[in-house]
């Protein structure tokens, strides 16, 4: 190759081709009516995905939180002996704790017994009950000597078995009431028992 000049096509090479000619007249009125339209069109579409894209990608609200497990939930406390009542009479030993449901949907109490064998235990109300969540409900025990044998002569950490219900769970938990009802139980067996020999 000698000079300088054009370059020509080679081999599989064509020259560019000239763009189409433009309309004119009524033609490119209709051709620029209709490339307006395709032109809007397609921007309400990326205006429309752009909106569905930011409508995903918004932040998700906190999924509600689970209400409390119903142990956690309630209070159960030891309140008084119930002097002068006709299970105490009966050779019984009667008192009054107070369940109150501090938060969270009510929770129901379907069993309520205690751990010896050498007593039986009724319930005022019987369960099942149901206490409303911010209340609080009075539940008279009574317990009675069966066996003298098998009751316990002194109790250390007397408790109660209580199976709770809520909207979350079903659980089975055991409720130490206290020094009180340990000293207030053991006095009512030396009554109940004191003249027994073991």
Do not use: W
Not at 101 to 126: E, I
Not at 172 to 180: K, M, N
């Amino acid at each position: 190759m000698s000079g300088i000049g054009p370059v020509e096509p080679g081999d599989d090479t064509r020259a560019r081709e000239a763009p189409p000619p433009r309309p004119r007249g009524r033609l490119l009125l209709r051709y620029e009516r209709h490339r307006r339209t395709v032109l809007a069109s397609t921007a309400v579409l990326a205006v429309m995905a752009g909106g569905g894209y930011l409508y995903a990608s918004r932040p998700q609200p906190r999924p509600a939180s689970a209400p409390p497990y119903p142990s956690q939930a309630i209070d159960l406390v030891y309140v008084t002996p119930a002097t002068g009542s006709p299970a105490t009479a009966a050779g019984g030993f009667g008192f009054t704790v107070l369940l109150s449901v501090r938060s969270g949907p009510p929770v129901t109490v379907t069993r309520l017994t205690q751990p010896y064998d050498g007593l039986s235990m009724t319930s005022s109300p019987a369960a099942p009950f149901q206490t409303k969540s911010h209340s609080a409900r009075k539940i008279t025990v009574t317990l009675r000597v069966t066996e003298c044998e098998k009751a316990p002569r002194n109790p250390g950490l007397p408790f109660l078995d209580v199976t709770l219900r809520n909207t979350r769970a079903i659980e089975a938990h055991s409720f130490i009431l206290g020094a009180r009802y340990a000293q207030d139980l053991s006095q009512a067996l030396e009554v109940a028992c004191g003249n027994d020999s073991r």
